[in-house]
């Protein structure tokens, strides 16, 4: 976990401008050493007009970057994004004069999002070619959205280190129209407000200084929960003295989504034969609801999709099933679909992973990012989430757990939150039984895995080819130690969702055993976990590690005939409310038992406790770092 995030930025240039570099000495610590440019200045104004042709509000955006190359004979590629409810209209780059400059090829088409398979977002790379460093050059661009509501957040960061942001908001009167501000603390935005009477509008305006480059930090919560950003609530419009809603409230959200849902044309009796088919021999409701859920995480190829509106509506239960894969809406659709045709009370659940920030309580398309489906047995809810593959039923991964829900309900909707499970749900339990032999530490060991490491265990082992899958065991069980040899192993059934996950093996390993004289220095934990997660106190985010942590380590070691312990390392507790560690050794009838727990109970470490944390690491990697120490018994 240990990085650095914060580089230096401006490299000194023979000939860059010394104003330009005492004015953004600020950057020094706090930048990639290999930037070759920063924006001194970016500006984007949204301001709402009335499209006379559709009778509608849109926003038309207005940018302006300015960019200074660090380096010489660049080209720099400023990117804008676009869809199909939104176009760019004009662009162009001028010099330091203001006078219009020539770009090289401008180039458009599809944009590829991490984890979306097909999108129908679009991407302009407009090229600012730097002659000379220290040279400078603006781009300024013209978009139009035409569906207002797609206008949702508005962030500060930029790809590039920025001396100035300044984001313009210009609101009519007859617009009505929320800024949702989120992480303005410790950026300090600062925020003016003033009436434009000839436009008889509201201009809003919010500037920040020294932001350093948007980035990726490890384990970092969403950029939601993390970077200064405002989001931007369209919720009504009056003309002609009548008011017309947009998004207003979470009812017109929902309103919207079930519009939606209500346009996908499902025919579940074609589905009949399936549903025999899957649910043949279960007798009990449980029974079938399961072999469904199992059917579809089983046989549907989860492959994420974003095209226009269907980016909010579903495809139809039987397209996906003809297709055999589908989003997070197509499968919840066809969970939903074969649920309801088996008799049961199923419905579509709108949910926002805790990848973002916001909750029902905002009506914007920006609160959810996921779909699943809830079904009612007996008074109980279950929320089933099919892309979660060897998820079992009543069991919620960690990016949904306490995530707030909307349940379609006709035409009211139902609001709730998924449950919170413990971190005995991830609990990992390691055992060995270990002797000495021919100068190695040798015995039996066993692996337990539950919860979120369960899950993705048998993702990759399902996607792993049969034959490179006991290499794959062993890298697991070895913890990547090329000294630690797994001689043989074996697994419980990679089918079973619903238990624990084991791994049973024999190993050895002649590093761990190191004899000096009448001595052996043994060092009994080979794994050492956690023992590189010093945290760069500098880093931007709190630390959010994938899952809720109970990690049980129980080694017992029997002490070779004619020797005795000499030496052992501190026993370790160390306790705080956000996490604990707990080492001790014992002795007991000629065996040395080694207990480990490693607790983190909701998985984060907030930035006031990095310094805690860091403390007892340190502490751990002590005991790590020293060894049992054995020794001959005189006169043996």
């Known amino acids: 976990m240990k990085r650095t995030h914060f580089y230096l930025l401006l490299l000194y240039v023979g000939f860059l401008p010394n104003a330009i570099i005492a004015q953004h000495k600020t950057y020094r610590q706090a930048s990639p050493a290999s930037l070759s440019s920063m924006l001194l200045e970016s500006s984007i104004t949204y301001e709402f007009v009335w499209n006379k042709h559709h009778q509608l509000p849109q926003v038309i955006e207005r940018t302006l970057d300015r960019v ?10 400023r990117a804008k994004f676009y869809d199909q409810h939104s176009r ?114 509201w201009q809003y305006t919010y500037e920040a200084h020294n932001l350093t480059a948007l980035s990726r930090e490890y384990f970092m919560p969403g950029n939601s929960h993390v970077y200064p950003h405002v989001l931007v609530l369209a919720k009504s419009f009056t003309k002609n003295q009548q008011r017309q809603t947009l998004l207003a409230s979470t009812d017109d959200l929902y309103a919207w989504y079930s519009s939606l849902t209500n346009q996908v044309k499902n025919q579940p ?26 059917w579809v995480q089983d046989n549907i190829r989860y492959i994420a999709f974003e095209d226009g509106i269907a980016g909010f509506k579903p495809q139809s239960a039987n397209k996906v099933f003809d297709q055999k894969y589908g989003d997070c809406k197509g499968m919840a659709n066809l969970t939903k679909a074969l649920l309801k045709l088996a008799g049961y009370d199923a419905r579509l659940t709108w949910i926002g992973t805790n990848h973002l920030a916001y909750d029902y309580s905002i009506p914007s398309l920006a609160v959810d990012n996921h779909m699943v489906c809830t079904v009612w047995l007996k008074g109980k809810r279950y929320i089933l989430d099919a892309t979660e593959k060897f998820n079992a039923l009543g069991d919620y991964a960690e990016r949904i757990q306490g995530r707030p829900i909307l349940i379609e309900n006709g035409d009211k909707y139902i609001l709730d939150k998924v449950p919170v499970l413990s971190n005995t749900r991830n609990l990992v339990i390691g055992t060995q039984k270990a002797f000495i032999k021919d100068g190695a530490l040798q015995g039996k060991g066993t692996m337990e895995l539950s919860g979120e490491n369960k899950q993705m265990l048998l993702y990759y ?58 001595e052996l220095y043994i060092d009994i934990d080979y794994a050492k976990e956690y023992k590189a997660s010093i945290i760069d106190t500098n880093r931007l985010s709190y630390v959010k590690f994938p899952e809720k942590v109970l990690n049980l380590t129980n080694i017992t070691l029997e002490i070779p005939k004619g020797y005795k312990v000499k030496h052992l390392p501190a026993n370790m507790e160390f306790m ?43 502490q751990l990697n002590k005991i790590y770092e020293d060894q049992v120490v054995l020794v001959k018994k005189q006169g043996e």
Not at 70 to 75: A, C, F, R, S, V
């Open 88 to 201: 760019i209209v004009k662009a162009e780059c001028l010099n330091s004069d203001g006078q219009q400059q020539k770009m090289g090829e401008i180039q458009c088409g599809n944009h590829s999002i991490q984890g979306i398979f097909y999108s129908d977002a679009q991407i302009c790379r407009y090229p600012l070619k730097f002659k000379n460093a220290g040279q400078t050059l603006s781009l300024k661009t013209l978009k139009q959205y035409n569906d207002v509501k797609y206008l949702t957040s508005v962030y500060f960061h930029e790809d590039l280190p920025t001396s100035t942001k300044k984001i313009v908001f210009i609101i009519p009167e007859w617009m009505e129209v929320e800024l949702k501000e989120f992480n303005f603390k410790p950026f300090e935005v600062s925020k003016t407000k003033k009436y434009l009477a000839q436009r008889k509008a």
């Open 68 to 77: 200074i190359g660090l380096e010489p004979q660049q080209t720099l590629y």
């Open 461 to 518: 082992l399902h996607t792993t080819p049969t034959q490179r899958r006991p290499r794959f065991i062993k890298g697991v069980i070895s913890s990547r130690n090329q000294n630690f040899e797994v001689l043989s192993s074996r697994t419980s059934n990679v089918h079973n969702r619903e238990q624990p996950f084991e791994i049973q093996y024999r190993f050895q390993n002649k590093a761990q055993v190191n004899k000096f004289g009448n």
């Open 269 to 294: 009796q074609n589905l009949r034969p399936l549903l025999q088919h899957i649910i043949q021999g279960k007798q009990s409701d449980v029974g079938k609801i399961k072999a469904i859920y199992y």
């Open 576 to 618: 705080h409310h956000k996490f604990s560690f707990r080492v001790k050794f014992e002795q007991n009838k000629g065996k040395l038992l080694y207990i480990k727990e490693i607790v983190v109970g909701d998985g984060i470490i907030p930035k006031e406790c990095f310094k805690t944390w860091n403390e007892c690491i340190i």
